[in-house]
């Protein structure tokens, strides 16, 4: 398996604080099946910033420590960067990573509301082919509250990331049906486990793909998959469409 969105790097932001807590992390992770891993701390968030080169010089150190104690597990750059006004300019100084080096960068909105700047946002990355992908949707009130919005985000290009654990409760009973009805009515691009820890923000990235396999069936599961692998790959990942109806691939 393959996870988009984790906070494995030890010492950057609110996940594993030593080296040693990140390992055990990284066992873990292989011990669920997870084989490749897109580190993605947080940045721009006002708790943490965390810039290009300080992420990928925590990736190459980090995939040292990896193979030094026979982890086989596989650690590439990203960050979850969250919406700020000043996103574009940074992007061109080159402070911010997309995910694996490819064309999706993955972004997190505010929890209490959207910024009257995200539609103009959206059409700058878009114009420089770069397609973002929201993480945990499920998390913003606005969305929340207003599922049309991010219906007509997606029409528009826009990929969802919604978080594993989201789907098994951790986040409350609410935000499970949200997960649960939004999937049934629209489908998503990704399920990640935004990991952070061993306890209650751990890889749940099997077991989530196991409820939803039970809900949704295997077809829904391997599509998923798939579009983890084009992210890693750095290929077009398919739009998702209402329930019924047919997928399409995503040009630009």
């Known amino acids: 398996m393959i996870e988009i969105h984790s906070h494995i790097l030890p010492g950057l932001d609110d996940g594993p604080a030593t080296s040693e807590e990140a390992l055990l992390l990284a066992q873990s992770a292989v011990d669920a099946g997870i084989t490749k891993i897109i580190a993605t701390p947080h940045h721009l968030n006002e708790s943490y910033d965390n810039p290009r080169h300080e992420v990928e010089e925590a990736v190459r150190h980090f995939n040292v420590l990896l193979q030094e104690c026979d982890i086989p597990l596989q650690i590439r750059s990203g960050q979850e960067i969250r919406l700020h006004p000043r996103l574009m300019e940074l992007w061109m100084n080159e402070e911010l990573l997309t995910l694996a080096s490819s064309k999706y960068m993955l972004l997190e909105l505010p929890y209490h509301e959207i910024p009257a700047y995200f539609g103009d946002l959206l059409h700058e990355l878009r114009i ?10 499920e998390r913003n009130a606005v ?16 990929l969802c990331q919604i978080t594993a654990q989201s789907f098994l409760g951790l986040f409350g009973r609410k ?3 949200w997960c649960f009805h939004f999937c049934k009515q629209n489908g998503f691009h990704f399920i990640s486990s935004d990991a952070h820890d061993l306890k209650q923000r751990n890889f749940a990235l099997k077991a ?35 329930a019924n109806t047919r997928r399409r691939l995503l040009l630009w």
């Not at 770069?130 to 949707?137: Q, S």
């Open 128 to 137: 420089r082919n770069i397609i973002p992908i929201i993480a945990h949707p």
């Open 175 to 177: 935000v499970q049906k």
């Open 208 to 242: 989530a793909y196991e409820r939803i396999e039970e809900r949704f069936g295997t077809e829904m599961v391997n599509q998923l998959q798939i579009n983890a692998r084009r992210v890693w790959d750095d290929r077009l990942v398919e739009l998702a469409e209402p």
């Open 143 to 158: 969305l929340l509250r207003e599922p049309d919005r991010l219906r007509q985000y997606m029409r528009d290009g826009v």
